[in-house]
């Protein structure tokens, strides 16, 4: 099969899933209203590799090094910084070209590649061959795949082990001739409720009596046992809304409960092995930042755009503190840009495998969550209260009330009053609705927090050579 | 009359104003399933002045110096520190008490100090006795009001007279023997389709040749050719989410249209003086952003309470940078609550009437605007991703999932998983949601953007003070 | 006695004392070449209370309340409001009177009233009788006084008790029938070199098991035992540097070592009540931080002075980018002073003594600290880098290169180029010279770093309020 | 000759230039108590050119392409990604190895690059010869170089030719047969008096009647007219001072005034070409970024250490909130080292000529400049106030003192009492000294304001393109 269409995908979906939604289980993910939203976003992703511009094509397919078959990107296990560039290009050409992001392959694939390097690590060949054999799979069935990381967590001051109840952290219950039962539940899981497979490791360090928490597999999203509780999130254009020029395009997360449910050994990756449960969630957050700071790029890019068009339209663009605010914007998104492109241009190798740099994947990160919500100030601050004020497409179409806002909705020549009303709507969307506030709450928490951030820099940047500089000049010896 | 009921209120709207809201005339503003929700906040204004706890009863209501019948606090004229501290006060308890800002009087009185405080600086005691009789009126009315002061503005780099038609600003287009007729649209009017009368003041200095747009006077909300465009906001308590401890309050915003509109002379209280129209607009400033600055502080209290509460329930109180994210909010929040005071201590005479000092008002202002979003993002930062992605009080009432939730979504044992889950709500409600992208624009705008702030510092601050301090510590004359 | 003159204070000093600086022993410090400086600078505070000016006399004198006599106001304890006032103003105003600040009085007052807050509180009658037989002592001679509060401290992560030695922190180590003997060191003394004298309490919280480190004491400068090792700062107005228009005004510090020195039981306000430590050294720090804020004002006053100068001198006052950073500037400063203002209009009172509201001054000290760097960016970005790199009086006075300067250093027309100079002098003096850096490091470490404002902001500011607020729209119980 | 001894270094200054420091000329550079503190920091720029270890030589020498012999690297003209990479670690490590920056050809050769780049912009063959020939000739001369680009300015609110007078700007007067001559002073320039060569070219924009002011050429540094004026800097090690590990090194910088100076043609690279003034500062600016940003590095790398190490000599390197602030120091330094590479990677090409990426380079030295404030609270916060108030290394050595000292300074048993005072020794140096305040200002200043980055950063970011994202996503045309 190797690469399927849109309609295979959503077909896909269609296979007993337990999915529930405001109180109600969800007979079709792709018939409901909201959930389908979520599903045409990823079906995007088959969209574009059956495309007929060769240079998308080139992009987002690639040829399968040991079937030659046509297979997507995301598949390609990162050797080199040039694979780690398409990589970040594909995921945020994806967004430009589709106005969303179509996150069906992206976190899974991040994880697969953190179970590689792992293995690897471990020197575990049998790890490493499943590993392998899992990726043969993914490539032939083209799946859609999330990643399960996040715990339940329960009293935050507590390890796994110190828990009210055990499952507060995902873990294995038995151990069975042909698999493993596990028990858990994973949160904010991005994309689970329409993915095909769900690729699953731990959140964090665990102690050598915490083993039964280390632990790490794949699983189909549909396997028994599996219930996906959702929060219902942006769903399609409404008659209120001026139009835009794109589809809504959104995500949908779940909290995803594991209640004993059974995993076959060839899809276990880790079991036991506590040692390695934090190389699992530092490799896995190093692939997942560079992925969060690839997709970031084209949302900030557009939110500037909202901020320089509205700056425009308000005819303040040449205004001596606009021009203050709208370097500010620019500086914010040229340097997650630049620093993405370092986080490639310096990977770390693991066995073949191109890790991007931590480092400055961390670094980049921090930048772009530390400082989203100033960004999002300026740009509200430069576009002014109207885009929350508006009054809404229903009232443009009254002709009771088009004429005035046609007369006192305008601004500068350079567009026409509608021009500026689409405008606001979308500036209101990014940076003054429900969407923007889940946006704001996910720049903090989504691909870890700004202190696990901290942590990682701590452990990655050379502060004992700086060390080492300061007690050189002071002429004395480390 | 002096004290209206909440029904006597509710009634009052049934006038026929003309209010429009997603592309549909209202037939009654009461009976509408949003604007209602604004009506009932507003009611609670008039719920308060009749309570029967004397210490409420003593904070919301005042003997009339002139007729000694009970009348709202809100219609007494500042004279000194103690009547500022006392409007303060009740403004920041209406929403302790009823869980959101009854905003039916606040903005109109603010306009009306500042036509007052512009009377006597004119020296024009017709103007004086018009505003003492508005005033009479207001009292004797029980009146709901609301401030119309922003302007559409057009382009924005363009003064009034500059623009593409004459309307961007609100302005006089006929004089007439019984009283002007007005043309123009005021934006962002909040409470405007729940208030009984408009009171209506310049948004900006204008020039010698802008005397028509140097205007200010006061009109019933119905009057003809009043037309009022709002924006869907905040509605009632939905199924899907979990309970609160009080019904939802919110403020309903509005464009409001005066097309070719009649104000009798009597209620006329500036036309042509445009050397004062500054003056106006700063005023209004310093007694509005001192309202502003009342009516954020127990908002601020609440959100923060969110973070506090969030943390605890999360077992992480106590852990060292949590610690720090508690501090810095808690140095935000009672930084503006001392601001707040000392604007109300040192206050500017006019003419008997005491306005809250503008240079302490204005930085308690800019302190509350710059710092809110990095404020959101501490509360965001403590409180978890779980504040975005949890699922709702319909998946809570069905068995199928309720044992889930109630299994994995358990925090520190100082609350039960339901009593988290509702705090997890609340900390959604003005942190995550569609309401708090709302609230986080208004930071920025409503009340005057940043810059208005700075401006105003700029004049206020004794600049050439420091400069003299400086030239005398170089020994060289100012 | 109860005032002297200034010369009666230089001779006061002239007792034997035991001092030393870079390297050596000092003979009389109103003779060093450097601590002359400071003398000199402390001797302006006896200069202050003789002088003739009814309004100055009556700020920096008082009748005492048991002789009548004139005494320096610092001498008075607290009572209200008013009284923290005035001390507020003596200190800001003793700087802008003689051009820096006569560190004599200050902190040992700070000191002495935490220690009789603390003796009331500890309900010791014989504590409050020696503390205020103190106070008579003092009165009566007009001392010149120092606090003594920062321990050496060793290694920062272990207590007292488990230090390398027992002497980092200072502690008792004889108990005698006529006194105790103590032992250790106080750091970064301010004016400790020019003091007759000395007052200790604890840093910081004792334990159960650091009794004798719980100690608190009055010395003369000169007892047998104290020795003090200064460090050079700034001293008198050099030949290269453009003239200024008021000599050099400048404080010394030390580092004081208790070398087994006898307190007689009369000088003694604590002694091994632990207990009552933490609430000593929090008592402190609420004077300390509030005197802290009162004689910041007046410096930062002066540095934005400079900005705002050099801004008109480089004839950019009027360009918006330099509009927007005078506002900022203008900000930070009338903050601190709004703030120091609100922590004497809500001071708490402890048996009859006003100790400036805690929680207020604080967030003030927190604001000032945490603020000053960046405040000093701005003052050196409107300057511009003419103020490091200009050439010296030296050159101005030196024919071959005077004309040069005259020709070329020249900016705006409203100051001659002489005068210029002379202002760039004076910003380099305060944001570009030694001075300079020590006083951004004072900044961040004297009268307590940041994390301990953080930390009694913490313990002072309703965090538990906020909780309730946030459990109470939640619809649950606290 | 091709490369030059640090003696013959040396003797090349003894030429008879004019300076003045401190109100006297100079005799001799190299003798001059503080200015021989320069030159010898500039010696070490040839010190290491004749380096025996390969790996050093390597990166200082490369063979001229025309004649085969050993030269600078610094005069390689840029002509990729490696170039300039190879440029940024030699400037980097001249400063790991001396101890500081030897400031001998940096800006001169920036300044070079971009007269090369803009010769070849205008397609004037005249000056692209002209230019080649000069490079030969500073290759063939191993001169030591400095570049004068900052005007005296004057009223900073008026163009070069509105001023008081016409030479706050450098302009040519005269035009001969031979050269021509010019008129003006250059402020600031770092190296100034230690330099073989100065090379000039415009600081701003020059309009169509500016045409005089648009010039630029090379002149020897005592060249008939010139005359340099000094501001004393650091000097050598004191005996108060700890020793440190490595000679003190320094840079000198001058204002230059060009009294009538005479330049020949063929040292003339423009004259006249208004349209082309700003492109040559741009250019410059570009090329100059990138060297300061490469030369921040290894400072900012030392300050950092500098924190990292006191915190543990304070025993305080695992507490939470000191954790917290190494991490935003290794950010802001780590952020800065990624911005630096990613400039070299992605350089815009000009006729061969690898210009470093502008937008990129400009944001790296504006995230250097904005951060470096708060970056050295953060080192002084984690450091104490000891770095302040630390007794002298004299102290040390009187026997009297000793003993205290040692007795009561430790901290850590990680470090000898010593070797803690030597770290604090270091520690004040870098940030609560004088040079620290005076590096504190040309942070700000030096290599261009913040205002300038901004400039620049809205010149070269892609506003249009985000604005046409915004605009696709609004459906509406651009």
């Given at each position: 099969m190797a690469l399927r269409t849109p309609e295979e995908y959503r077909k896909s979906l269609r296979d007993g899933r337990r999915i529930y939604m405001l109180g109600e289980k969800v007979a079709d993910v792709t018939a409901h209203p909201l959930l389908k939203v979520a599903v045409e976003t990823v079906a995007q992703d088959f969209a574009l590799t059956e495309s007929n511009d060769p240079e998308i094509r080139n992009l987002f397919v690639f040829p399968?090094?040991?079937?030659g078959e046509p297979i997507s990107r995301f598949f390609k296990t990162p050797e080199n910084t040039a694979d780690l560039e398409k990589r970040s290009e594909m995921i945020a050409r994806s967004i430009r070209l589709?106005?969303?992001?179509?996150?069906?392959?992206d976190v899974g694939t991040d994880c697969l590649n953190a179970v590689m390097v792992v293995a690897d690590q471990m020197g575990n060949e049998e790890y490493k061959e499943r590993a392998k054999n899992y990726l043969r799979f993914i490539r032939k069935n083209d799946s859609a795949m999330c990643g399960a990381v996040t715990d339940?967590?329960?009293?935050?001051?507590?390890?796994p082990s110190k828990?009210?109840?055990?499952?507060y952290y995902l873990h294995v219950v038995d151990k069975q001739k042909d698999g493993i039962v596990v028990k858990g539940c994973k949160m904010h899981i991005t994309s689970g409720p329409v993915a095909n497979e769900i690729i699953v490791t731990p959140t964090r360090q665990m102690r050598e009596d915490e083993g039964d928490y280390a632990v790490s597999f794949a699983i189909p999203?549909?396997?028994?046992g599996i219930t996906m509780i959702c929060r219902p999130g942006r769903g399609e254009q409404t008659?209120?809304?001026?139009?835009?020029?794109a589809p809504v395009r959104t995500l949908s997360e779940a909290m995803v409960v594991f209640d004993n449910v059974f995993v076959p050994w060839e899809r276990v990756?880790?079991?036991?092995?506590w040692q390695f449960s934090m190389l699992l969630a530092y490799t896995f957050a190093s692939f997942h930042r560079f992925t969060a700071i690839s997709y970031k790029i084209p949302i900030v890019e557009l939110i500037a755009g909202c901020g320089v068009a509205m700056a425009e339209s308000n005819g303040l663009e040449k205004a001596g503190h606009i021009r203050g605010k709208l370097a500010q914007m620019a500086a914010y998104v040229e340097t997650l840009k630049a620093l993405t492109r370092a986080a490639a241009r310096d990977p770390i190798m693991y066995g073949g495998i191109a890790m991007p740099n931590p480092l400055v994947a961390n670094m980049a990160k921090l930048h772009f969550a530390s400082g989203y919500h100033n960004f999002i100030q300026l740009v509200q601050d430069v576009s002014g209260?109207?885009?929350?004020t508006f009054p809404t497409y229903e009232d443009w179409n009254n002709p009771d009330t088009r004429g005035f806002m046609e007369h006192y909705l305008?601004?500068?020549?350079?567009?026409?009053t509608e021009e500026r009303l689409r405008l606001i709507q979308q500036t209101h969307r990014w940076t003054a609705s429900a969407e923007h506030a889940h946006m704001e709450v996910t720049t903090v928490h989504?691909?870890?927090s700004m202190e696990a951030q901290k942590m990682m820099i701590l452990l990655e940047a050379p502060l004992s050579e700086y060390a080492n500089l300061a007690k050189q000049m002071a002429g004395i010896s480390g």
């Open positions: 399968d090094n040991e079937t589709t106005g969303g992001l179509p996150f069906g392959k339940a967590k329960g009293d935050r001051s507590k390890p828990q009210a109840h055990p499952d999203a549909n396997a028994e008659p209120y809304e001026f139009p835009s020029g990756f880790m079991c036991g092995e209260g109207i885009i929350t305008g601004g500068s020549d350079k567009f026409t989504a691909e870890g």
